[in-house]
């Protein structure tokens, strides 16, 4: 069975500095994606960055970039600039192929210091 | 632009008082979830659709139940709801392969 671990259960920045969010996961598949999910104090899940296993170029949107290592199953987050609204709960999470469910990491509660 | 939207946002039951949770979207997309989430959790999928095509997760309680009437809808039911089914519920779409929609969801209290 696939399993995702998020080992941080919190982190701390401070505004405008860097902060990398860790996971790693357990598969045998193949063809699988990768996530990190943003879940505000309103509790709405928000993509944040999206990476298909098969690229190798690691995925970046904005501030936001990951790296990741597909033989040693690591899909870290790494938020440069941190800003107060970075401020969140973040899960990584996998998905098997096309049609396979969202399988969570148990989350990371990051703060953003002012 | 509210995509995938949830109603209503809190919803109180009483204890064994079945409950209609609700989902609908304008995405047009196939497969739609939901996923139960506890407080300080992660997100537990529940069942999906994918198109008309139904599937539980093997640990689902048999008190939850699910309906799509037609590709914009999808009801989660819940039988007798019971003071651990208090949770946040949280509906998904998407298209074969794309990432996860999600909406604001729904609060659950159960008294």
């Known amino acids: 069975a696939q399993t995702v671990t998020q080992s941080q259960p919190e982190m701390s920045v401070q505004e405008a500095e860097t902060v990398t969010l860790s996971c790693t996961y357990d598969t045998s598949e193949s063809d699988y994606y990768l996530f990190w999910y943003k879940q505000p104090p309103s509790r709405q899940m928000i993509l944040v960055i999206r990476q298909e296993a098969y690229k190798q170029q690691n995925a970046t949107e904005n501030r936001f970039s990951v790296n990741f290592q597909k033989a040693a199953k690591s899909f870290s987050l790494k938020i440069s600039d941190s800003q107060l609204g970075d401020a969140a709960m973040y899960f990584c999470?996998?998905?098997?192929?096309?049609?396979?469910?969202?399988?969570f990491g148990k989350g990371t509660k990051l703060s953003v210091k002012p | 632009d509210a995509m995938v939207i949830q109603n209503p946002r809190y919803q109180v039951t009483q204890f064994g008082k079945p409950v209609t949770l609700s989902c609908s979207q304008t995405?047009?997309?196939?497969?739609m979830y939901w996923y139960q989430q506890k407080s300080s959790q992660a997100p537990k999928l529940l069942f999906h659709?994918?198109?008309?095509?139904?599937?539980n997760e093997a640990d689902t309680p048999d008190n939850f139940q699910s309906r799509r009437p037609n590709t914009s809808f999808c009801f989660l039911d819940i039988r007798s709801p019971g003071l651990g089914d208090a949770a946040m519920y949280l509906c998904?779409?998407?298209?074969?392969?794309?990432?996860?929609?999600f909406g604001s969801g729904t609060q659950l209290s159960v008294l």
């Open positions: 999470a996998y998905r098997r192929g096309s049609q396979g469910n969202l399988i």
């Open positions: 659709y994918y198109d008309k095509d139904f599937n």
């Open positions: 998904a779409t998407s298209r074969t392969s794309e990432k996860l929609f």
């Open positions: 995405l047009n997309h196939n497969v």
